[in-house]
């Protein structure tokens, strides 16, 4: 069959007949109408043909009509392919919506999980810790029971006996002797007790104020062989009295500590205050210890650590083994609520 080439088109013969005669129509005169020489041949190959010549479309001259050409898969399923795209990328991402929902819900369960595992772990140790209040408000009452009845109350006995005695009569300077001796012990008892209370609770530091207060803590703690030292600088004439006893306590308990475990001969206490607060030191030469190791083993870090806290303050124990401990105590100076206490430093 023919490939193609400059051939005669009955398209275009009748497209100029329906012209001229629309003109007609429209009512024009055929005689008015001059005649006119049509090309009516156009360029035009067979699809067909170069197929089977192997002859590329590419190099057909540009504007020849292509005829018999056979519709490739686009055209004839141009709608199906569409559709079945649309709902492949309408699955792809559900699919990765779901993916994305599933790791989301993966990671909010491991989430739970650690927050459930840390919550079990508060809940035992708040146990423990309430048990060990428990355990050390049972030691405490015990051991203020034995001061009471090892101490105090035979003291009390032995005064007892010598008053009866004073009571029956005897040589005027026996008698002499003997008041002396009960006015001696009735003096050590009236100390003995005030020891215990002010161990209780140091009812002189509102009246005394901190400083003085600490420094009667370093005579009352120094033993032989330990020396305790203190200093202070631009403490604030007046402080609340709650931020006192926090600041009073941490001292107390820090260098109860320290002379019970670390073997310290050197113990130093420093006060220092600044426009933001107070600053607290307390440092000693003993064996130290692994703070990490330690956190939570003992009721002493965790009061500290508490009374830091609610005083808004910041806590932090610097120690390692052979090296000493160093506990240093930040707190802000929290202004007293109008009309409340505030004492003298």
């Known amino acids: 069959g023919v490939v193609g080439g400059s051939l005669y088109s009955q398209d275009a013969a009748v497209d100029s007949v329906a012209k001229l005669a629309l003109r007609v129509l429209r009512g024009e005169p055929a005689d008015s109408i001059p005649p006119s020489v049509l090309e009516l041949n156009m360029n035009q190959v067979d699809w067909r043909r170069l197929r089977d010549w192997k002859i590329s479309e590419s190099l057909v001259p540009a504007g020849t009509l292509v005829r018999f050409r056979e519709p490739g898969i ?23 919506g779901l993916l994305v929902q599933r790791r989301r819900r993966r990671r909010a369960e491991e989430e739970l999980r650690t927050r459930q595992a ?36 035979q003291q009390m006995a032995l005064l007892t006996i010598d008053l009866t005695i004073l009571n029956r009569g005897m040589a005027t300077g026996d008698r002499d002797k003997l008041a002396g001796e009960a006015l001696d012990r009735a003096q050590e008892i009236a100390k003995r007790v005030h020891d215990l209370s002010h ?3 140091p009812a002189k530091l509102r009246l005394i104020g901190l400083v003085t207060a600490l420094q009667g803590l370093q005579q009352e703690l120094s033993q032989p062989g330990i020396a305790i030292a203190f200093t202070h600088e631009n403490v604030p004439p007046t402080l609340p009295p709650d931020l006192m006893l926090c600041l009073f306590r941490i001292v107390q308990e820090a260098l109860q500590n320290a002379i019970k475990h670390s073997g310290a001969n050197q113990l130093s206490v420093h006060l220092a205050g600044n426009p933001e607060g107070l600053t607290l030191t307390v440092a000693d030469d003993g064996v130290g210890f692994d703070v990490k190791s330690a956190w ?9 650590g508490e009374r830091v806290e609610t005083a808004g303050g910041t806590f932090e124990i610097l120690s390692t083994p052979g090296a000493g401990t160093r506990v240093e105590v930040r707190v802000p100076l929290q202004p007293p609520p109008t009309g409340a206490e505030t004492v003298a430093v």
């Open 74 to 96: 686009w055209d004839r399923y141009k709608v199906y392919i569409v559709a079945a795209l649309a709902a492949f990328v309408g699955q792809t991402t559900l699919i990765a």
């Open 118 to 153: 840390e919550l079990r772990t508060s809940y035992e140790q708040i146990r423990d810790l309430g048990s060990r209040l428990l355990g050390a408000q049972e030691s405490e009452r015990a051991r203020i029971a034995r001061e009471l009845h090892d101490d105090v109350s």
């Open 199 to 201: 161990r209780l609770h």
């Open 296 to 304: 939570g083993k003992g009721l002493g870090l965790i009061s500290l």
